[in-house]
């Protein structure tokens, strides 16, 4: 079996210990009190906005109380016509009453999320901490409690950043535009010169914000890969990362693996991330544009992780995201390419690893093609159950310390010999199924999903 080393620059890691595979004692009795206080966050709001609806009754707001009721009742399908309103006074302005009320109806909700943040965050569920967070400054931005947990690095929660099309974020700094680009354009015109001399190279280029980017291929072949990466950056980034990386990344696009001697590249590969010089290198190749995305990836996860992953974590997540279809598409992920098939091959044929092996075998000093093969299945599995960005988004926020082995099997909800069982089964059905693995529906998300934005001051969702 061939065995591949890892980048040279996480060398030193050789003698770190393998993660375990136990799920953390308490755990899931742990996400079962988050749900039900989670169907209780939802209840209130179903509650609130009956009694909205029956206000808005008694003051002659039909269409406000329909669209109250209607809102209860995706909470709650079995909810009834609330009865009238007792004791309401008379409302000289029912709208701006009404206003009023939505205000009310939000902040309360808010504070109903900020209080089950508290418990995620207290019984160490970082995701879910983060997830309600999230929806507390979503529905109240004025939440001080969600606010003072936004801040928390065990949390990193980024509701209501600034997003404007006027500035960009670097790392976590806001920068005007047009500072940024005369920056970059600055950048560039220094890495043109320097890269030019020490290499030969005839490069050109370009910019994405906090990507400078240089290339030897056609002007169109570097457009492709830019807009590629502007849209792979708008799905990934808070949904999957938290951060972005402090300084701006280097990104090489190569004609073929000739220029990518020349640049000090090994030309037997497609492509490379340097960990530790934020640079990444990728020469035209059958594998397309994918290629860019992996290697982006692992960017992406050295500005993220607080440690460096081991291997199956670090090329499992890099492989799920290097093959997709539209990238424009809400969710275009998912897609199942050659590595899935070379695993569900080593399944039949009772040559693959045990979860517990892979962790072991693939963690910070080497990887073989089999090992990238069963990362890149078990994060389509874990897309199969809706748990992907869970695992990768707690994986970030624990600590230097972290258990991934622990942190993988308290998202799959089971010990890791059990979950060895179903990612096989998982893998058999691999022939069978269509090209595309349909992401799934997490527990949490299909209880609270009814909620949706809730209501603005104008009556409308």
Not at 304 to 313: A, K, Q, S, Y
Request: overall charge neutral; hydrophobic content about 40%.
């Amino acid at each position: 079996m061939r065995v591949f080393p890892i980048l040279a620059a996480v060398l030193f890691l050789a003698g770190a210990a393998a993660a375990s595979g136990g799920e953390p004692a308490g755990r899931t009795s742990d996400f079962d009190e988050y749900l039900r206080r989670l169907r209780a966050v939802v209840e209130g709001y179903s509650q609130r906005e009956a009694e909205l609806c029956a206000w808005c009754r008694a003051v002659k707001l039909d269409a406000e109380a329909d669209a109250a009721l209607g809102r209860a009742r995706a909470c709650d399908p079995a909810s009834a016509e609330p009865p009238p309103a007792k004791n309401v006074p008379p409302a000289p302005d029912p709208r701006s009453a009404f206003a009023s009320k939505i205000f009310s109806l939000r902040a309360a909700t808010g504070r109903d999320w900020a209080a089950l943040a508290l418990f995620c965050r207290d019984k160490a569920l970082l995701f879910e901490c983060r997830r309600c967070v999230e929806k507390a400054l979503a529905w109240d931005p004025r939440n001080e409690e969600a606010k003072r947990l936004a801040s928390n690095p065990s949390v990193k929660a980024g509701a209501g950043r600034r997003s404007a099309p006027e500035g960009v974020w670097l790392g976590e700094r806001w920068v005007r535009l047009e500072d940024y680009e005369k920056s970059a354009r600055a950048r560039i015109r220094l890495l043109l010169e320097e890269r030019g001399k020490a290499t030969g190279l005839p490069f050109q280029g370009d910019f994405l914000p906090g990507i400078d980017i240089l290339y030897t291929t056609s002007a169109g072949e570097c457009a492709d890969a830019k807009a590629s990466l502007e849209k792979y950056l708008a799905f990934v980034q808070g949904r999957f990362f938290l951060s972005r990386p402090a300084k701006p990344l280097q990104f090489f696009l190569l004609r073929d693996p000739e220029e990518l001697r020349k640049t000090g590249g090994n030309p037997m590969l497609m492509g490379a991330y340097e960990w530790g010089k934020g640079r990444l290198t990728v020469t035209l190749n059958p594998m397309g544009l994918g290629t860019v995305l992996h290697e982006m990836t692992h960017a992406l996860m050295e500005a993220n992780f607080r440690t460096f992953p081991p291997l199956w974590i670090n090329e499992g997540i890099a492989c799920f995201f290097e093959t997709y279809e539209d990238l424009g598409a809400a969710e275009p992920f998912g897609w199942l390419n050659w590595r899935d098939d070379l695993y569900a091959q080593a399944v039949r044929e009772g040559k693959a690893r045990t979860l517990e092996a892979l962790l072991r075998e693939c963690s910070f000093t080497m990887i073989d093609l089999l090992g990238y093969a069963q990362g890149r299945t078990l994060m389509n599995y874990l897309w199969s159950l809706g748990e992907l960005e869970a695992f990768v988004v707690s994986s970030q926020l624990a600590g230097r310390d972290a258990d991934f082995g622990a942190i993988l099997s308290s998202h799959l909800h089971k010990p890791l010999a059990e979950a060895t069982r179903d990612l096989e089964a998982f893998a058999g059905t691999i022939g069978s199924r269509p090209v595309r693995v349909e992401r799934g529906v997490r527990a949490d998300e299909a209880i609270d999903a009814p909620m949706g934005e809730g209501p603005s001051p104008e009556g409308g969702k």
